[in-house]
């Protein structure tokens, strides 16, 4: 069955900038089922656009940033 944007339903999301990079952190349920975490990041291209990139590795200031928003996306799973 192929994947159907209208039955992935957003639950929580919350956004960090930093520099030239930000990541994203939201909790998914795709067609009623169970609760999941995504952590994403996008960097800034040379048109100033937002490009998704692998999340990688996180720097000490962006892992600080990053958990408390994570304890926030596990209380609404």
Same mark, same amino acid.
Request: net charge neutral.
């Given at each position: 069955?192929? $994947? &159907? +944007?209208?039955? &992935? +339903?957003? @639950?929580? +999301?919350? @956004?960090?900038?930093?520099? &030239? ?6 909790? $998914?349920? $795709? ?5 999941? @975490? ?6 800034? &291209? ?25 304890? +926030? ?5």
């Amino acid at each position: 069955m192929p $994947y &159907d +944007k209208s039955l &992935d +339903k957003e @639950l929580f +999301k919350e @956004l960090k900038e930093f520099d &030239d990079t930000r990541i994203s952190v939201g909790v $998914y349920s $795709y067609n009623g089922n169970e609760k999941k @975490l995504q952590i994403t990041r996008e960097n800034k &291209d040379q048109n100033g656009d937002w490009r998704f990139d692998k999340l990688g590795r996180m720097t000490k200031p962006e892992a600080k940033e990053i958990v408390p928003v994570l304890v +926030k996306a596990i209380e609404q799973m």
